[in-house]
């Protein structure tokens, strides 16, 4: 069964970075497009950005473009998601999930983690 697990949420200024990490257990990490997700109160879940099994190929929302940062590593069986540059609007409760398609739609992933939640202040 697989099982996400991710960690380095937390408060942070406005202009200030900050790295997640996103753990895989359970099945070959290797096997699946990892994507980042968020929700913020009140509003629906949206993409952030994927990454492709290889770690080839990624694809971020708009929103982050330049800013954020996917990246992952096979052997230890973890994505990450490099946050730079945040905003006031990058506050929210962060999700990673696996799936078998490299995609912005949440409907690709089987699998997601419990979140961790972002906080930006002014």
């Known amino acids: 069964q697989v099982q996400l697990v991710e960690s380095g949420g937390g408060l942070v200024q406005a202009g200030g970075s900050l790295r997640l990490s996103c753990q895989l257990s359970g099945r070959t990490f290797s096997t699946y497009n990892m994507g980042w997700f968020r929700q913020a109160p009140g509003k629906e879940r949206e993409f952030v950005g994927t990454?492709?099994?290889?770690?080839?190929?990624?694809m971020y929302a708009d929103s982050v473009k330049g800013r954020f940062t996917i990246s992952r590593d096979n052997v230890k069986n973890t994505m990450y998601l490099q946050m730079n540059s945040l905003k006031l609007e990058d506050t929210a409760v962060y999700y990673c999930?696996?799936?078998?398609?490299?995609?912005?739609?949440?409907?690709?992933?089987?699998?997601w983690g419990q979140g961790t939640r972002v906080t930006v202040s002014s």
């Open positions: 999930a696996a799936g078998g398609t490299f995609s912005d739609s949440a409907r690709e992933y089987a699998y």
């Open positions: 990454i492709n099994w290889s770690g080839r190929t990624t």
